[in-house]
């Protein structure tokens, strides 16, 4: 708060930071909307915002930026994948990242559940895992329910919203990617949604995982997903996939400049941005390459389609 005063009065912006609900709500807006635009497009941050305003929790750009700072404290989900982490540690290494994958792509698959679907998850995981999973969900709100029921979109199987143009998916990925198609009404009985900070951090990045993987497995290809407990989103041979969807390349483009991550396990390491992304973002994957570096070098960002038909040719 005191950065962001601090930088408003400078520029002889309103103070921002001086009340904690204003500066949370203008946290959700891009960055280049309530702060000095020009000196925030010279680091690639207007797009930027730091809280996602439909999961109300910190978007990953949000993290990066506060990498290194003081006194970030470690948030309820952390705790659970922390102990989820724990528990799987506990197994044979071959099981445990089997499960990892199990725990995830269900999640992803399914941002709202019933009661049943969650407990039936149990059959193929340890019980002691599946107690660390159960907290991820959580009773959907009455908001959500109309005298139909619960609607939900044909694509990724979450739940849908009022628009101006009518439902859209509660996913952004979601929506921008594939469009809108209405899936149909769910009964609200016993239905379940994935917590907003588990749905901010898995379920929001992994639509766009989720679907190069299928359009993979649909080839032949043996594409592995989340491969030794998340090293990289997708592996496929040689090749190691990381799926990102940055609002700011530049940022995106410092973070693996500073470490490839699991990236550097592969000899052909993909960067891949989503298509709807790239479309609407000027020179998005000649910025991160510019940002990356000497990891350029070694790492190809790419579209979401293009790294599809590179792989499935191969």
């Known amino acids: 708060m005191a950065l962001i005063s601090r930088?408003?009065?400078?520029?002889?912006?309103?103070?921002?930071?001086?009340?904690?609900?204003?500066?949370?709500?203008?946290?959700?807006?891009?960055?280049?909307?309530?702060?000095?635009?020009?000196?925030?497009?010279?680091?690639?941050?207007?797009?930027?915002?730091?809280?996602?305003?439909?999961?109300?929790?910190?978007?990953?750009?949000?993290?990066?930026?506060?990498?290194?700072?003081?006194?970030?404290?470690?948030?309820?989900?952390?705790?659970?994948?922390?102990?989820?982490?724990?528990?799987?540690?506990?197994?044979?290494?071959?099981?445990?990242?089997?499960?990892?994958?199990?725990?995830?792509?269900?999640?992803?698959?399914?941002?709202?559940?019933?009661?049943?679907?969650?407990?039936?998850?149990g059959d193929e995981i340890p019980p002691p895992a599946w107690e660390c999973v159960h907290p991820f969900y959580e009773p959907i709100p009455e908001?959500?329910?109309?005298?139909?029921?619960?609607?939900?979109?044909?694509?990724?199987?979450?739940?849908?919203?009022?628009?101006?143009?009518?439902?859209?998916?509660?996913?952004?990925?979601?929506?921008?990617?594939?469009?809108?198609?209405?899936?149909?009404?769910?009964?609200?009985?016993?239905?379940m949604r994935v917590t907003r900070a588990i749905h901010q951090y898995w379920v929001e990045p992994g639509v766009d995982e989720i679907r190069l993987y299928d359009q993979l497995l649909a080839t032949g290809k043996p594409a592995e997903l989340y491969p030794f407990r998340d090293r990289v989103d997708i592996a496929v041979g040689e090749f190691g996939l990381d799926l990102k969807s940055y609002a700011s390349p530049e940022l995106l483009g410092t973070k693996i400049r500073k470490s490839k991550g699991g990236l550097a396990y592969y000899s052909r390491q993909l960067l891949v941005i989503p298509d709807w992304l790239v479309d609407m973002t000027p020179n998005y994957l000649e910025r991160v390459t510019s940002a990356m570096e000497d990891a350029s070098r070694s790492v190809c960002c790419v579209r979401a389609s293009d790294a599809f038909r590179e792989i499935a040719g191969a």
């Open 143 to 191: 908001s959500w329910v109309t005298p139909e029921g619960v609607p939900h979109c044909a694509h990724c199987g979450n739940a849908m919203k009022r628009a101006p143009a009518g439902l859209v998916c509660r996913s952004s990925a979601c929506s921008h990617g594939n469009g809108t198609r209405h899936g149909g009404y769910r009964p609200a009985a016993d239905l």
């Open 7 to 121: 930088l408003c009065l400078i520029h002889g912006l309103p103070d921002h930071g001086s009340e904690i609900h204003e500066l949370l709500w203008h946290c959700t807006l891009p960055l280049g909307h309530w702060l000095p635009k020009r000196l925030l497009d010279e680091h690639g941050l207007s797009t930027v915002r730091l809280i996602d305003a439909d999961d109300a929790a910190p978007t990953e750009e949000a993290w990066d930026l506060a990498d290194g700072f003081t006194g970030i404290g470690t948030s309820i989900e952390e705790l659970l994948f922390q102990k989820l982490r724990e528990q799987l540690d506990k197994q044979p290494a071959a099981l445990a990242n089997q499960y990892y994958t199990t725990i995830r792509e269900f999640i992803i698959r399914n941002p709202i559940a019933t009661r049943q679907d969650i407990f039936a998850l």
